[in-house]
């Protein structure tokens, strides 16, 4: 059943390798330069707003998590009073059963 196994992952790793030779032909030219280099000239990208850029949506994310937290403490804030409350209550209620039981068998 391995044996199947590793047959059919080689076969399919074979196709994948074939496919990525057709759709990225690297053999076919001389690779000089990072293809991200290619496109430098064409394009003139002002650094400084990009920095801004970068800088505000860091901004506005920290923002965003800052207020879930701030959420999801309150939350838990809110859960915890709930349960104190209510072990308050049930300690108090405990009480009342142990005193009327007291009170009945005296």
Not at 3 to 28: C, G, M, Q
Not at 51 to 72: F, G, H, P, T, W
């Amino acid at each position: 059943m391995k044996k199947i196994l590793f047959n059919i992952h080689e076969a399919v790793w074979w196709v994948v390798s074939e496919l990525e030779d057709w759709l990225y032909p690297y053999r076919d030219r001389e690779v000089t330069q990072p293809l991200w280099a290619e496109r430098s000239d064409d394009l003139d990208v002002d650094e400084l707003a990009y920095i801004k850029s970068q800088l505000q949506c860091d901004a506005e994310r920290i923002e965003r998590l800052q207020n879930e937290m701030i959420y999801v403490t309150s939350k838990i804030n809110d859960i915890n009073n709930l349960l104190t409350n209510l072990n308050m209550d049930e300690g108090q209620e405990g009480s009342k059963i142990i005193v009327e039981e007291s009170e009945k068998t005296s």
